[in-house]
T-cell receptor, first 112, second 114 residues
Framework: DAKTTQPTSMDCAEGRAANLPCNHS???????VYWYRQIHSQGPQYIIH???NNETNEMASLIITEDRKSSTLILPHATLRDTAVYYC?????????????FGSGTRLQVQP | GAVVSQHPSRVICKSGTSVKIECRSL??????MFWYRQFPKQSLMLMAT?????????EQGVEKDKFLINHASLTLSTLTVTSAHPEDSSFYIC??????????FGQGTRLTVV
């Protein structure tokens, strides 16, 4: 799986957009970008994933650069409940039995 | 989305005793389940991979005789921490997957060994 680099922490004002970057310069053509988050004392929660097109769902938007070497997760209107550690994971979509590997992630603190 | 239920959410046990944690996939059949451990302010670390009907595969450094994993059915895997010690105190998280979907996570179990 490609290595990812994320900032250690970020702050965001409540109601504003939170933009979380992820660098994955060694991504391969068959690797997807996945985002998960972990709220304190809970299990990780899937947010979104994409291959090369931008994606949007009810939780967030994912913007992937044209060269696919970086991406940004956007929470359009952050709330206090979005305070969590956000993990960017790059790996192939496979039917195999490999676990997700978590890096250090970005600790997002949404401020009131 | 699919639901993975983990029980108990919190347990306190005495040193030397064993603790069993259950992980259930409620609305799908999980061909593979994973167990992670997370220490304070650290990321999730994979402990073992469990495939239904076969022995679990443990990550390097994880003692298989101490962390017993059973995956007897497509909806249930259990992790038993045997002869627990204070250093085993941690947040244990299971994940279940089937097919292409990468996996859904349980809510975690906070184990405190006193």
């Amino acid at each position: 799986d490609a290595k990812t680099t994320q900032p250690t922490s970020m702050d965001c004002a409540e109601g504003r957009a939170a933009n979380l970057p992820c660098n994955h310069s060694t991504i391969s053509g068959n690797e997807y970008v996945y985002w998960y988050r972990q709220i304190h004392s809970q299990g990780p929660q899937y947010i979104i994933h994409g291959l090369k097109n931008n994606e949007t769902n009810e939780m967030a938007s994912l913007i992937i650069t044209e060269d696919r070497k970086s991406s940004t997760l956007i929470l359009p209107h952050a709330t206090l409940r979005d305070t969590a550690v956000y993990y960017c994971i790059v790996r192939p979509m496979d039917t195999g039995r490999r676990a997700l590997t978590f890096g250090s992630g970005t600790r997002l603190q949404v401020q009131p | 989305g699919a639901v993975v239920s983990q029980h108990p959410s919190r347990v306190i046990c005495k040193s030397g005793t064993s603790v069993k944690i259950e992980c259930r996939s409620l609305d799908f059949q999980a061909t593979t389940m994973f167990w992670y451990r997370q220490f304070p302010k650290q990321s999730l670390m994979l402990m073992a991979t469990s495939n239904e009907g076969s022995k679990a595969t443990y990550e390097q450094g994880v003692e298989k005789d101490k962390f017993l994993i059973n995956h007897a059915s497509l909806t249930l895997s259990t992790l038993t921490v045997t002869s627990a010690h204070p250093e085993d105190s941690s947040f244990y998280i299971c994940s279940a997957r089937s097919g292409l979907q990468l996996g859904f996570f349980g809510q975690g179990t906070r184990l405190t060994v006193v």
